[in-house]
């Protein structure tokens, strides 16, 4: 299994410049987590979807977020425009039905951003 | 609101050392507790998961233990090598169906 896989590892920007973020999650996985890491504030969850339908993005920090999931094996976060506080490590997860009420996700390897 | 808070933040021992990473959380309404491992530029490996009616867990060199009543919870490294070199994140599901990260304790095992 190739686990979830994200793309770009490493994004460097400067402000004001738009960013996406790609997550294709596990294959049968029919829910997908954004997490953000940072220094200050640790993991913090965005935004999850289940069935490809956003469930809860109560954790998305403003409107220039936003997170897409137009089919199963693919989800977007965008950024638009971009911030230097947006710099952090950016975490897709998936998890299947059942597991997922449990909280065992599995987590893709991240992209870090940096916004300059 | 959950929070959970780890200690200590920053822990080197040398080899062959057991050792106590000490991890706490403020509801004690939880589904589970997981204990996971970062290394250097990777995602998160989960280590170990107890749920709220177990006590404890164990794999291999690993124990995680959990009080719930009390919101703490332990993991128990024996006899540890420089590959256990990484930062252990504890996360806790609860009632808001999310999990709760902690910050992290960065462990190095010298050789």
């Known amino acids: 299994d190739a686990g979830v896989i994200q793309s770009p590892r490493h994004e460097v920007t400067e402000m004001g410049q738009e960013v996406t973020l790609r997550c294709k999650p596990i294959?049968?996985?029919?829910?997908l987590f954004w997490y953000r890491q940072t220094m200050m504030r640790g993991l913090e969850l965005l935004i999850y979807?289940?069935?490809?339908?956003?469930?809860?993005d109560s954790g998305m920090p403003e409107d220039r977020f936003s997170a897409k999931m137009p089919n199963a094996s693919f989800s977007t976060l965008k950024i638009q425009p971009s911030e230097p506080r947006d710099s952090a490590v950016y975490f897709c997860a998936s998890s299947p039905s059942g597991r997922a009420d449990t909280g065992e996700l599995f987590f893709g390897e991240g992209s870090r951003l940096t916004v300059l | 609101k959950q929070e959970v808070t780890q200690i200590p933040a920053a822990l080197s021992v040398p080899e062959g050392e057991n050792l106590v990473l000490n991890c706490s959380f403020t509801d004690s309404a939880i589904y589970n507790l997981q204990w996971f491992r970062q290394d250097p530029g990777k995602g998160l490996t989960s280590l170990l998961l107890i749920q709220s009616s177990q006590r404890e867990q164990t794999s291999g060199r690993l124990n995680a233990s959990l009080d719930k009543s009390s919101g703490r919870s332990i993991l128990y490294i024996a006899a540890s090598q420089p590959g256990d070199s990484a930062t252990y994140l504890c996360?806790?599901?609860?009632?808001?169906?999310?999990?709760?990260f902690g910050s992290g304790t960065q462990l190095t095992v010298l050789p």
């Open positions: 996360a806790v599901y609860g009632s808001a169906r999310q999990l709760t």
């Open positions: 979807f289940n069935n490809n339908v956003p469930i809860d």
């Open positions: 294959s049968g996985h029919d829910y």
